[in-house]
C-alpha cells in the first residue's frame, strides 16, 4: 500500500464516498482511474467484502462504480453530509449559506467510505510527480544508505498529530498516520533505525511553529519536516507565511547548520468551507519551493491533492469533513515523503 501510487498499475485501498444525488438516482462514486480490472470493494474497517453484480456495479470503460437496489454498501445522501447552522462545536459554514458542513471528529467518515482496490493502465497518472531528492538532501540518503541511525523531528499541525487515521481513532484496520508510515517504509526500505519526534500540535499555524521551534532544535536531528499551511490558510498572507518557515529554517541552522529539512506543502482543505481561503494553498506551495535549495525540499502534497480533485471529491478522501485525510490520504503523504528520501524510486 506504501508504492507510490504513480508508479503503480494496480490502485490499493482507494477510498470512495458513495452518493445519491437524488431520490430516484443510484448512489455512485468515481475512482480516480478507469480500471481494467476491479479486485476488490470492502468497507473501510476491511471487515465487509462486497459482491460484484449484487452490492456493486462497475461498467467496464468507466471510472464509475454504481450501488444497485438492496446493495449492502454504505451510502449517504448529499444532505448526510450537512448539519443546521450552529448546531455543531465548530463553524463549519457551507459556503452556499445553507447550514454547515458534517463534521466528523473521529471516525465518522471512515464508517462512511469505502475502499477499492483495482488495476488500471499503468502510468494513467497525468499529475505532478515527486522528484527525487538524493542529491538535495545528500546526508539523509547517506546515513540511511549506510544504515545508520537516522532521527526526525517534525513539526506541525493536527494533519501531522495523525488525525483522522484510522489507527489514530483506535478502529479497524487501524493504519498508522503518515508519519509513522514514514518510518516504517524508511525502515523497511534501507534497513536501518529510524527515530520520529513529533511535536506537532492540532490547531496550530506557521506563528505557533516560530515560537515552538526550540523543541526541534533541542532534539537536534538529522532531519527536520514542516507541515503547516491548514490554520495559516483561514487568512495568514503568502509572504507572512514564507517568513514565519525560514525563520524556522533559520533557527535551527542557526546552531545545526547541517540538518536537512523538507518543507511540507500541505492537502488542500474542503472548498465548501468559508473559513479557508483556497487560493492561499499554492500560494503557499511557491512560497516554499522558493524556500527550498541544498538541504531543503520540498514535499508537495498540494499540487497532488489539486491533481486528485479534478477526478475525485473531497468527501472520497478526507477525514473529518474539512480538513484532515483520511486513511487514503496519509497513505499519499507517507508515498510522497519516503519517494523524496528514495523510497520506490526503483
Known amino acids: 500500500m506504501l508504492k507510490p501510487f504513480w508508479r503503480s498499475a494496480t490502485m490499493e485501498g482507494e477510498s470512495v464516498l458513495f452518493i445519491k444525488e437524488s431520490e430516484t ?9 478507469e480500471p481494467t480490472k476491479v479486485l476488490s470493494v470492502r468497507s473501510s ?7 460484484e453484480g449484487q452490492d456493486y456495479i462497475w461498467k467496464p470503460g468507466t471510472r464509475e462504480i454504481v450501488l444497485p437496489a438492496g446493495s449492502k454498501v454504505v451510502f ?3 444532505q448526510d453530509l450537512r448539519r443546521p447552522a450552529k448546531s455543531q462545536p465548530y463553524a463549519l459554514t457551507h459556503r452556499d449559506g445553507k447550514g454547515e458542513i458534517l463534521f466528523g471528529g473521529g471516525h465518522e467518515y471512515h464508517d462512511m467510505q469505502t475502499v477499492v482496490t483495482y488495476t488500471h493502465q499503468a502510468g494513467a497518472w497525468a499529475g505532478p510527480v515527486p522528484p527525487g531528492a538524493r542529491q538535495q538532501l545528500p546526508r ?17 499541525d ?17 493504519q498508522p498516520p503518515w508519519q509513522d508510515l514514514l518510518v516504517l517504509n524508511l525502515e523497511a526500505a534501507y534497513g536501518g533505525k529510524v527515530t520520529l519526534s513529533n511535536f506537532a500540535v492540532g490547531g496550530t499555524d506557521t506563528a505557533w511553529g516560530v515560537q515552538n521551534i526550540g523543541k526541534v532544535v533541542a532534539a537536534k536531528p538529522d532531519l527536520v519536516i514542516l507541515a503547516f499551511g491548514m490554520n495559516d490558510s483561514c487568512g495568514r498572507p503568502a509572504d507572512q507565511y514564507q517568513a514565519n518557515m525560514k525563520a524556522m529554517i533559520a533557527a535551527v541552522h542557526a546552531t545545526q547548520p547541517d540538518t536537512e529539512v523538507i518543507l511540507v506543502a500541505t492537502m488542500l482543505g474542503n472548498k465548501d468551507w468559508t473559513a479557508l481561503r483556497q487560493e492561499l494553498f ?16 520540498l514535499a508537495d502534497m498540494t499540487s497532488i491533492w489539486m491533481e486528485l480533485l479534478k477526478h475525485k471529491q473531497d468527501w472520497d478522501m478526507t477525514g473529518n469533513g474539512v480538513n484532515h485525510p483520511n486513511d487514503f490520504g496519509h497513505r499519499i503523504y507517507a508515498q510522497v515523503i519516503s519517494f523524496l528520501l528514495g523510497v520506490g524510486q526503483d
Open 140 to 156: 539523509t540518503l547517506k546515513k540511511l544508505t549506510a544504515k545508520q541511525p537516522l532521527t526526525i523531528a517534525l513539526l506541525g
Open 76 to 78: 449517504k445522501t448529499p
Open 158 to 174: 493536527s494533519i501531522s498529530t495523525g488525525c483522522n487515521a484510522s489507527g489514530w481513532t483506535k478502529v479497524a484496520p487501524f
Open 45 to 51: 474497517s476491511a471487515a465487509v467484502t462486497y459482491v
Open 282 to 297: 499554492p500560494q503557499y506551495r511557491d512560497a516554499l519551493a522558493k524556500l527550498c535549495g541544498p538541504g531543503i525540499v
Open 25 to 33: 438516482a443510484s448512489p455512485k462514486a468515481a475512482l480516480l482511474f
